[in-house]
């Protein structure tokens, strides 16, 4: 069983849906959890940064930490053709690591 | 946050052959990082580049076949040795801030072995 779960998709939504990506994990010990944006041919792209369980929000975007149920979402509002990439949920028990462990990645295509 | 060159940013290399891979950071930074992404899999870290030590490997990755190298805060090089068709990959720089949690990522090196 892999630490951290995540289903490649692809999810393909309209112009302006909400959109809904999830990771479930296996390791108690993780409390920082991120989520990377990747398009075609790029890095990842740093677009969440959370410690622990709750929300965090930031623009169209809104990241949610559920430790008791070690699973973590998250959502975009109103999406646009731009966010179509593959976004890939990141998590370590320790800040200060490079040492993340990564999903398989979500691919996402938003059509106008 | 710090923005990262890596290059080649591309190759097609020959069975047997090595390929090395620079990674430049615009700011001095306290750690890098080296990590493959294989076609449909997750990132995996190959290796933590110390500054003027050897690179702190993960399990799975042996210095002989991936020797790291970072002379300074800012650069490091990957090398992928005696490559055969599975090493075909990415191969990901990434590298956090003096204090700052964050791990940001380099545009990538897609190596096809042939």
């Known amino acids: 069983q892999k630490e951290v779960e995540q289903d490649p998709g692809p999810l393909s939504v309209p112009e302006g849906a909400i959109v809904s990506l999830n990771c479930t994990y296996s390791?108690?010990?993780?409390?920082?959890f991120m989520w990377y944006r990747q398009y075609s041919r790029k890095g990842p792209e740093l677009l969440m940064y959370?410690?622990?369980?709750g929300n965090k929000e930031d623009g169209r975007f809104t990241a949610q930490v559920d430790k008791s149920s070690k699973y973590i979402s998250l959502f975009i509002r109103d999406s646009q053709p731009s966010d179509s990439a593959t976004y890939l949920c990141a998590m370590s028990a320790y800040s200060n690591t490079g040492k993340l462990i990564f999903g398989q990645g979500t691919t996402l295509q938003v059509k106008p | 946050s710090a923005v990262i060159s890596q290059k080649p940013s591309r190759d097609i290399c020959q069975r047997g052959t090595s390929l090395t891979i620079q990674c430049q950071v615009d700011s001095q930074v306290t750690m890098m990082f080296w990590y493959r992404q294989q076609p449909g899999q997750s990132l995996t870290l190959i290796a933590t580049?110390?500054?003027?030590?050897?690179?702190?490997?993960e399990s799975g990755f042996v210095i002989d076949k991936f020797p790291i190298s970072r002379p300074n805060l800012t650069f490091s090089t990957l090398t992928v040795s005696n490559l055969s068709p599975e090493d075909s990959s990415i191969y990901l720089c990434?590298?956090?801030?003096?204090?700052?949690?964050?791990?940001?990522f380099g545009s990538g090196t897609q190596l096809s072995v042939l």
């Open positions: 959370t410690y622990s369980s």
């Open positions: 990434s590298a956090s801030g003096q204090a700052n949690e964050k791990l940001f």
């Open positions: 580049a110390n500054q003027g030590s050897e690179a702190t490997y």
């Open positions: 390791n108690s010990a993780f409390q920082y």
